[in-house]
């Protein structure tokens, strides 16, 4: 299985700041990573596709970046609706698999 | 607009099964690939498999392979998971996400909580 390891784990930070979050596989998948947010007693919500797409309604606030096995989530300036735990996946293969997540918190 | 319901919390005593449901709208059935993904308590995003919502064909995670079951009913636009011998360590919430090709899980459902207790 590819493994998934997101840094760090938990961030504090404050509106306004930019924040940078991590993920790196164990192998090769091409630009076939996702990134999602979550918040507490919600369902995950898509981000990025493809490491860099912007989904559809998500603010360009948010971007995804990628350098060879390394993939980076950048929120160009945090904003209160930003607070929320974010997740890398890659679907380059089966088993689907997902980083252990990072916490962003209010500083 | 599209929309993955899911049937309701559900607790089970060990060595159990569970049938969670994930009715779909706003998009035609049978188009797409439905995955289900679950999250332990405090816990990360574990992929469990996948149905093919146009032919059938499903695929599991090695580790539920055995005890993991995906059906469908394409004339209520519904796909099932059916977990069996259940553990404790089952405890979990239960999603259903759509499949987008290239995309990956672009819409989930709100989640099932899954309590495994005696």
């Known amino acids: 299985d590819i493994q998934m390891t997101q840094s760090p784990s938990t961030l504090s930070a404050s509106v306004g700041d930019r924040v940078t979050i991590t993920c790196r596989a164990s192998?090769?998948?091409?630009?076939?990573l996702a990134w999602y947010q979550q918040k507490p007693g919600k369902a995950p919500k898509l981000l990025i596709y493809?490491?860099?797409s912007l989904e559809s309604g998500v603010p360009s606030r948010f971007s995804g970046s990628e350098s060879g096995t390394e993939f980076t989530l950048t929120i160009s300036s945090l904003q209160p609706d930003d607070f929320a735990t974010y997740y890398c996946?890659?679907?380059?293969?089966?088993?689907?698999?997902f980083g252990q997540g990072t916490k962003v918190e209010i500083k | 607009q599209v929309q993955l319901v899911q049937s309701g919390a559900e607790v089970k005593e060990p060595g159990a099964s569970v049938k969670v449901s994930c009715k779909a709208s706003?998009?035609?059935?049978?188009?797409?690939?439905i995955h289900w993904v679950r999250q332990a308590p405090g816990q990360s995003l574990e992929w469990m498999g996948w149905?093919?919502?146009?032919?059938?064909?499903?695929k599991y995670s090695q580790k539920f392979q055995g005890r993991i079951t995906i059906t469908m009913d394409t004339s209520a636009s519904t796909a099932y998971m059916d977990l069996s011998c259940l553990t404790s360590e089952d405890t979990a919430i239960y999603y259903c996400?759509?499949?987008?090709?290239?995309?990956?899980?672009?819409?989930w459902g709100q989640g099932t909580l899954v309590t495994v207790s005696s």
């Open positions: 996400a759509r499949e987008v090709p290239t995309i990956e899980f672009e819409n």
């Open positions: 706003g998009y035609t059935f049978t188009t797409y690939t």
């Open positions: 149905i093919d919502a146009g032919n059938g064909h499903t």
């Open positions: 192998q090769s998948i091409s630009s076939w």
């Open positions: 493809k490491a860099s």
């Open positions: 996946q890659q679907y380059s293969t089966y088993p689907r698999t």
